[in-house]
């Protein structure tokens, strides 16, 4: 089946301007997040959403960040009056979710939005 | 707060070397789950293993392995007889319980095998 997918895969912006990212995650999966790849660095969680649950946007980091999610499908983030510090690759992943310790759902990660903030 | 330290940034083998990658971890949560995901030079992440908190069991599928170590806070990977189709960066991820499910993760460490 079809696996997490994003657009755009690169994106140019000048500072200052506003930039939205998409994620279609797979198809029945409840829990979607956002992390940001910066050159040479590890994934920063971002946000996560499950289901009609309140999003958890404890990684945002500033009030320029924000994302949607229309129930269980896509989502966007949107990033506002971008700076250079804004650029980084933006991953996306999605699973599903269970209660039990043994039931753990890993996250399928899509190819990532490239930002690239002049 | 959940920490994932991986000291190595840079590994450089030659092919057929063995090569462990470490990972050490911080938590206070008694029940979580530690990962290794492995990202080659397309960029996307692929997941290689899972391990919750309670299964020290070490774990080999074919030349990887993998060794979780509760009283050092460690989960070390080690690739046997590396092929260069195994450069990449690497990564190891931490994660609470279900209910918290987002990911820590390390700085990675990349690793470059060499003919």
């Known amino acids: 089946g079809a696996g997490v997918s994003q657009s755009p895969s690169n994106k140019v912006t000048e500072k200052g301007k506003d930039v939205e990212l998409r994620c279609d995650p797979i198809?029945?999966?409840?829990?979607l997040y956002w992390y940001r790849q910066r050159l040479g660095q590890g994934l920063e969680f971002l946000i996560y959403?499950?289901?009609?649950?309140?999003?958890?946007k404890s990684g945002l980091p500033s009030d320029r960040f924000s994302a949607e999610r229309t129930g269980e499908s896509v989502s966007t983030l949107t990033i506002q009056r971008t700076q250079q510090e804004d650029s980084a690759v933006y991953l996306c992943?999605?699973?599903?979710?269970?209660?039990?310790?043994?039931?753990?759902?890993?996250?399928?990660f899509g190819p990532g939005t490239r930002l690239t903030v002049l | 707060a959940q920490k994932v330290t991986q000291a190595q940034t840079e590994i450089s083998v030659v092919e057929k070397e063995d090569v462990t990658l470490d990972c050490v971890y911080e938590?206070?949560?008694?029940?979580?789950?530690l990962f290794w995901y492995k990202q080659p030079p397309s960029g996307e992440l692929v997941f290689l293993i899972r391990?919750?908190?309670?299964?020290?069991q070490n774990e080999i599928s074919g030349r990887y392995s993998w060794n979780f170590q509760k009283s050092t806070s460690s989960f070390n990977f080690t690739i046997t007889a590396s092929q260069v189709v195994d450069s990449a960066v690497y990564f190891c991820?931490?994660?609470?319980?279900?209910?918290?499910?987002?990911?820590?993760f390390g700085q990675g460490t990349r690793l470059t095998i060499n003919p």
């Open positions: 959403f499950q289901g009609n649950s309140a999003p958890d």
């Open positions: 991820a931490l994660s609470e319980a279900p209910g918290a499910q987002k990911l820590v």
């Open positions: 992943a999605s699973s599903l979710i269970g209660v039990a310790i043994s039931s753990y759902n890993e996250q399928f």
């Open positions: 198809s029945g999966h409840t829990a």
């Open positions: 938590t206070r949560d008694t029940t979580y789950y």
């Open positions: 391990r919750n908190s309670f299964d020290e």
